[in-house]
Nanobody
Framework: QVQLVESGGGLVQPGGSLRLSCVASGSSFSLYYMGWYRQAPGKQRELLARISDGGSSTIYPDSVKGRFTISRDNAKNTLYLQMNSLQSEDTAVYYC???????????WGQGTQVTVSS
């Protein structure tokens, strides 16, 4: 079982950038596909990015492609999300997600708030 703790959220002005981090513990980080999701008030949770266990493959929806970059450092058990050109519609709670590549079990972090406002 893996525990996930996000950090790096906060208040940023439109056009600004943030980098989120997610530290994993309790299990071998390299055995998980990882991802970032977000959920805005009144909306469904949506996928932002996924990355393979080794980090060589990434997936983004069109809504964030070119603005968000997911990466991982397996030596540090850490997942990252670099977010650029942030707009008010990016305001949401951002969640780290892990899927065990053998069992398929899913795990979530507690979330970190990102607010884009002037």
């Amino acid at each position: 079982q893996v525990q996930l703790v996000e950090s790096g959220g906060g208040l940023v002005q439109p056009g600004g950038s943030l980098r989120l981090s997610c530290v994993a513990s309790g299990s071998s980080f390299s055995l998980y596909y990882m991802g970032w999701y977000r959920q805005a008030p009144g909306k469904q949770r949506e996928l932002l990015a996924r990355i393979s266990d080794g980090g060589s493959s990434t997936i983004y929806p069109d809504s964030v492609k070119g603005r968000f970059t997911i990466s991982r450092d397996n030596a540090k058990n850490t997942l990252y999300l670099q977010m650029n050109s942030l707009q008010s519609e990016d305001t949401a709670v951002y969640y780290c997600h892990a899927e065990h590549l053998l069992t398929g079990r899913h795990y979530w972090g507690q979330g970190t708030q990102v607010t884009v406002s002037s």
